[in-house]
């Protein structure tokens, strides 16, 4: 079952959607990564243009190659990167940022491979930049910004702190203690947070159904 019946058209909508993990590189063959599979943001873009809105994806490294019909796929590796060709769309009417960005990078990439050694590596990490948060920072009245929200703890709370924090008009709260739910599985279950202080629980389904759930209340806001 559906939680919004209007799914409207969104032909001359113009969305921009992020997807998967990034890779920090450390050395010429290591990286910084993270579980994130990429499902949800290809499943968000692919009901997007389903449904008419000129859909711009911006990818880190996935483990599928999935043609999508409709949809400019940008092909990232890091977080510097994936805000780079964010940032260069942000004239969207509709942004959904599902990426799980690396928070922190290392703070130089050896140019060769780092060699064991006695004793332990340390690794100096430096922050890289919030890409919801810089565009929910320049956000304009008529454009509609979704950011999700991975917690362990704390859930309820952090989410709504977020949704604030980022500006962002709904925040998408994925818990990883709920079974079926999370990194890997085709499945999600998730809690709408909405500006307006309105709060969602979306029963446990398919990343692809979830897609059109959210599409549609995207769509109430539009
Ligand atoms: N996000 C982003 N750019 C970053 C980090 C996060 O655009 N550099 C976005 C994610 O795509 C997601 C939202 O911000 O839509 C929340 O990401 P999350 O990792 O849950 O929150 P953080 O703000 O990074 O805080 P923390 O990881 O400390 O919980
Ligand atoms: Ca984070």
């Known amino acids: 079952e559906q939680y919004f019946v209007n799914s409207g058209n969104l032909k001359?909508?113009?969305?921009?959607?992020?997807?998967?993990?990034?890779?920090e590189p450390i050395d010429p063959v290591r990286f910084i990564?993270?579980?994130s599979s990429g499902k949800?943001?290809?499943?968000?873009?692919?009901?997007?243009?389903?449904?008419?809105?000129?859909?711009?994806?911006?990818?880190?490294?996935?483990?599928?190659d999935k043609p999508l019909p409709g949809v400019n796929i940008v092909k990232v590796m890091t977080a510097e990167e994936m805000y780079e060709s964010c940032?260069?769309?942000?004239?969207?009417?509709?942004?959904?940022?599902?990426a799980a960005v690396a928070d922190y990078t290392p703070s130089s990439?050896?140019?060769?491979?780092?060699?064991?050694?006695?004793?332990?590596?340390?690794?100096?990490?430096?922050?890289t930049k919030d890409i919801l948060k810089t565009l929910g920072a320049s956000k304009k009245e008529s454009q509609v910004l979704v950011g999700f929200a991975l917690e362990t703890d704390n859930e309820q709370?952090?989410?709504?702190?977020?949704?604030k924090d980022k500006n962002a008009d709904m925040l998408i709260l994925n818990s990883?203690?709920?079974?079926?739910?999370?990194?890997?599985?085709?499945?999600?279950?998730?809690?709408?947070?909405?500006k307006n202080g309105d709060k969602k629980d979306v029963a446990l389904k398919s990343k692809k159904l979830l897609a059109k759930d959210i599409i549609d209340a995207i769509t109430e806001l539009l």
């Open 12 to 23: 001359g909508k113009k969305a921009l959607v992020s997807a998967g993990p990034t890779y």
């Open 33 to 35: 990564g993270n579980h």
């Open 157 to 163: 709370e952090n989410a709504a702190k977020k949704l």
């Open 109 to 127: 990439v050896s140019e060769t491979k780092i060699k064991k050694t006695e004793g332990n590596l340390e690794l100096s990490l430096k922050k």
């Open 40 to 64: 949800m943001g290809y499943a968000i873009a692919e009901e997007l243009a389903a449904r008419g809105a000129k859909v711009t994806l911006v990818s880190g490294p996935v483990a599928f």
């Open 176 to 194: 990883l203690n709920d079974e079926g739910a999370g990194f890997g599985y085709d499945t999600n279950k998730v809690t709408f947070f909405f």
């Open 87 to 98: 940032i260069n769309e942000d004239d969207y009417d509709i942004a959904v940022m599902a």
